[in-house]
């Protein structure tokens, strides 16, 4: 069967998780009061905007992990009607990975995670619509939404990947400085957490192996992105929303 045909037949995962339970220490005072997913940008909670953009894919359930201030994020998204929304409660936090890996009962086989320290203008075509049309599981493990560091409101790193020619990602190694940032968005799927028996650990030690097996795959971002995990990156991105007239 052809690769177009196996994507006519499945359109993208409908099934996701936002990550919501960190701490948000690099946001304080803000994150002192409030979690980092309810503070409002472009008129509304950040993580309203990516669920939001989940359900404009086909996203039909999103899991959402929860530890800091968890019952604040919990009430706010009892107020949603769609898509159905599961709770992933953590006693402690289990980092990025652990957190996917205690939710993958909740979860399909192949599944978007979306960071809730992010936000993203779309280009052409959705983003998560050309992650969905990008994955093939036959060769992949992990597919990422990289967005260049040059054009990143609110960052700045030095990057986290290279691309070669053929487009196959490679995470910068000590002292490099890369000119692609990883966007926080992102499909997996759950082989790529088989033999994990950690309970607490980074999806970036899963990337990793699956850059070593060739099963990790990335693509460009060609719209807008903003990271928000700072004051001054959300500052920044508070005022370009403003030149494009977005509301605050």
């Known amino acids: 069967m052809s690769r177009a045909v196996n994507q006519a037949v499945n359109p993208g995962p409908k099934s996701a998780m936002v990550l919501a339970a960190g701490l948000g220490t690099r946001l304080r005072p803000v994150t002192d009061y409030?979690?980092?997913?309810?503070?409002?940008?472009?008129g509304r909670p950040l993580i309203d905007h990516a669920i939001d953009r989940l359900a404009s894919a086909g996203v039909e359930r999103v899991v959402v992990n929860l530890h800091y201030k968890a019952d604040l994020i919990a009430s706010r998204l009892a107020e949603r009607g769609h898509p159905h929304i599961e709770l992933s409660r953590e006693?402690?936090?289990l980092e990025t990975g652990g957190g996917v890996k205690h939710a993958l009962p909740l979860l399909d086989d192949s599944f978007f995670v979306v960071n809730s320290d992010i936000l993203w203008l779309d280009g052409v075509t959705s983003a998560l619509s050309r992650l969905a049309r990008g994955f093939d599981p036959q060769r992949m493990d992990a597919l990422l939404l990289l967005q260049r560091t040059t054009g990143a409101v609110g960052y700045d790193g030095i990057g986290d990947y290279f691309l070669d020619p053929p487009g196959t990602p490679r995470r910068r190694r000590e002292r490099e400085v890369a000119p692609y940032i990883?966007?926080?968005l992102q499909i997996l799927h759950r082989r790529l957490f088989a033999g994990v028996d950690d309970t607490v650990f980074s999806l970036k030690r899963l990337y990793d192996r699956a850059e070593d097996a060739g099963r990790l795959g990335a693509i460009i971002h060609d719209g807008e992105w903003f990271h928000v995990g700072t004051p001054e990156g959300l500052d920044a991105t508070r005022a370009r929303l403003a030149e494009l007239r977005i509301e605050r």
């Open 91 to 93: 006693e402690k936090l």
């Open 182 to 184: 990883f966007a926080g």
């Open 34 to 42: 409030l979690p980092k997913p309810l503070i409002e940008v472009g």
